[in-house]
């Protein structure tokens, strides 16, 4: 067991040396392509209830608890299971899991009959979304060089948050000008999803997951893949440098997030993701509505975010700059500091340019906060329960999604619409507060970090 512990750290240590993104660039793409489906589906429900409410005969607590309550239930469920799933029999065939679960229920969104159905197909497809952010992050992170982690990340997040952007650009098409639109903008989601899913069969497993679970003829074949590409590029590699880190597996892989240090990392960034998706989710699943209740057109409050929203992958090329040479929790911070701006001037809906211009921020924010995050978040547990830990911190952060998105209203409705959205913008700055407590990350081998 001692020799094959040591082939297992060499064959990491010979990837780690590799100073670029030695995979072929369409894999970026392809993982990419599944990343779009997930932001589009986050954002396409928010824009379909205000005409599925009619359809259907909905209440306003009913509207909450299948736009979002449902969703959320399966983000957190399908995180976790599929996750702890990923951490035991590999990332490979758990990321076609999730894809085939959005294409499902994204297909069941549109074909849904009533309130019934449509928290059935919500459900699902909340599974596969939750799952998916986790494993495109585990995935990512296990392959990138220590020195490109973040930005090669965010590269991929980049093709992601494109979805998130165009998606109330199509909703506007659709949701006011068909009576059907809405299901239509479901449908392009399971399309979507569908060729995600025949595009990732390309994909290879995860070295790291492969060595510590011993299957290293496996992890050295992809490897020694990696070496010879690199090389072919111009690369000079230097010798490998061996770290000492632990390759301890077992049955359960939770049970290693309750041990110190990972013990104190899971209470923080469970706080660290409750506190942002309190306003996260409140911003993009009750917005349209709110301004809606407030005497702005359906089609006038989807153009403001659908015009705000192009912050998304402006947000996303920033940090692309940024992401590895600022320490990451502190840049975390930064963004959390755009958002609560964004909020602010969002809150205080004077004109039109107000609240796009608040959108606009608010947007850049996400988009410069999500990956980054992520990819902090994934870097502070091991491989042994890497996604299993992603998992618990990112699904049990989602619980505060669920309350700002069921708060927000209540909020706005008890003390007003621009304190309601001042009140997110500061959770938000609350866990920019969070992440500075956390551990450097940057630049840094995975097993540094977690070990």
């Keep these: 067991m001692a020799v094959s512990s040591e082939l297992g750290k060499l064959i990491l240590a010979r990837m780690d040396r590799i100073p670029i993104w030695s995979l072929p660039a369409s894999f970026l793409i392809i993982i990419g392509v599944g990343y779009f489906f997930t932001f589009y589906d986050i954002s396409d429900i928010g824009f379909a209830m205000p005409a599925i409410a009619p359809q259907f005969h909905l209440s306003g607590s009913e509207v909450l608890f299948v736009a979002l309550a449902v969703g959320l239930i399966g983000y957190i469920f399908g995180s976790?299971?599929?996750?702890?799933?990923?951490?035991?029999?590999?990332?490979?065939?758990?990321?076609?899991l999730t894809?085939?679960?959005?294409?499902?229920?994204?297909?069941?969104?549109?074909?849904?009959?009533?309130?019934?159905?449509?928290?059935?197909?919500?459900?699902?497809?909340?599974?596969?979304?939750?799952?998916?952010l986790n494993l495109v992050s585990t995935y990512i992170g296990e392959f990138a060089p220590p020195n490109r982690r973040g930005q090669i990340s965010v590269l991929t997040f980049l093709i992601g948050i494109i979805g998130q952007a165009v998606t109330p650009f199509i909703a506007l098409a659709l949701v006011p000008s068909f009576v059907f639109g809405w299901r239509l903008l479901f449908v392009i989601g399971g399309i979507i999803a569908v060729v995600a899913l025949a595009m990732r069969?390309?994909?290879?497993?995860?070295?790291?997951?492969?060595?510590?679970?011993?299957?290293?003829?496996?992890?050295?074949?992809?490897?020694?893949?990696?070496?010879?590409?690199?090389?072919?590029?111009?690369?000079?590699?230097?010798?490998?440098?061996?770290?000492?880190?632990?390759?301890?597996?077992?049955?359960f892989p939770t049970k290693y997030l309750f041990r110190k240090p990972y013990s104190n990392r899971l209470a923080l960034l469970v706080s660290l993701w409750f506190f942002w998706y309190i306003g996260n989710y409140g911003f993009l699943g009750d917005a349209p509505t709110l301004l809606s209740n407030q005497g702005i057109t359906i089609a006038s409050s989807i153009l403001y975010l659908a015009v705000g929203a192009v912050g998304y992958p402006i947000g996303a090329v920033i940090m692309i700059?940024?992401?590895?040479?600022?320490?990451?929790?502190?840049?975390?911070?930064?963004?959390?500091?755009?958002?609560?701006?964004?909020?602010?001037?969002?809150?205080?809906?004077?004109?039109?340019?107000?609240?796009?211009?608040?959108?606009?921020?608010?947007s850049l924010a996400l988009g410069m906060y999500l990956q980054v995050a992520y990819t902090f978040t994934a870097e502070n547990y091991p491989t042994r329960a890497r996604s299993s830990g992603f998992a618990l911190s990112d699904g049990l952060g989602h619980i505060g999604g669920a309350f700002g998105a069921l708060a927000l209203p209540l909020f706005v409705a008890s003390y007003g619409f621009q304190t309601g959205f001042i009140i997110i913008g500061i959770t938000g700055l609350i866990a920019g507060l969070l992440a500075i407590v956390g551990p450097s990350a940057t630049k840094l081998r995975l097993e540094q970090i977690s070990d």
């Design 80 to 96: 976790y299971v599929i996750g702890t799933l990923a951490d035991r029999y590999g990332r490979f065939n758990m990321m076609l």
């Design 99 to 132: 894809m085939t679960l959005t294409a499902i229920g994204s297909f069941g969104d549109a074909a849904a009959t009533g309130i019934i159905t449509l928290t059935i197909w919500r459900f699902v497809t909340g599974m596969g979304v939750g799952a998916d």
């Design 201 to 251: 069969f390309q994909l290879p497993e995860s070295p790291r997951w492969l060595v510590v679970h011993g299957k290293f003829d496996r992890a050295e074949e992809i490897v020694a893949k990696m070496e010879e590409k690199a090389k072919k590029k111009g690369m000079t590699l230097p010798e490998p440098r061996v770290q000492d880190f632990s390759m301890e597996k077992g049955r």
């Design 321 to 362: 700059a940024v992401a590895d040479r600022v320490e990451r929790k502190f840049v975390i911070f930064g963004d959390t500091v755009v958002w609560l701006v964004g909020m602010i001037l969002f809150g205080f809906l004077k004109n039109a340019t107000s609240v796009t211009i608040g959108s606009f921020l608010a």
